[in-house]
């Protein structure tokens, strides 16, 4: 199962991105989607998650209030709008896909928790 992101890239601090990934149908409309990030020497961290519903979502601290997460299920297509980027934001960031029951609104914030993954796209954010 291949999950597809984009929209990575290198801004200034202050910034705005917004990243995309796509899943394919089947997965997408059975799963919670995250997205997560890593930097150079440093694990995998969640970021913010949408319920396979859309009704719920979850972020970290250091990025709530700047990122939104939203979800196209007629595009099967997951959303991170990222606000007022700082340095610190620098990272790959990973989608994913947790396969739940319709009625699961769980936030799973444990990348181990999750099933498929996406390939990781850059993001650099200069002071």
């Known amino acids: 199962v291949q999950l597809q992101a984009s929209g990575g890239g290198l801004v200034q601090a202050g910034d705005s991105l917004r990243l995309s990934c796509t899943a394919p149908g089947r997965i997408f409309s059975r799963s919670t989607m995250g997205w997560f990030r890593q930097a150079p020497g440093k694990e995998r961290e969640f970021v913010a998650l949408i319920t396979r519903s859309g009704g719920s979502t979850d972020y970290a601290n250091a990025v709530s209030g700047r990122f939104t997460i939203s979800r196209n299920n007629a595009k099967n297509t997951v959303t991170l709008q990222m606000n007022s980027l700082r340095p610190e934001d620098t990272a790959v960031y990973l989608c994913?896909?947790?396969?739940?029951?319709?009625?699961?609104?769980?936030?799973?914030?444990?990348?181990?928790?999750?099933?498929?993954w996406g390939q990781g796209t850059q993001v650099t954010v200069s002071s």
């Open positions: 994913a896909s947790k396969n739940v029951i319709s009625s699961n609104n769980y936030h799973y914030t444990d990348p181990d928790e999750y099933d498929y």
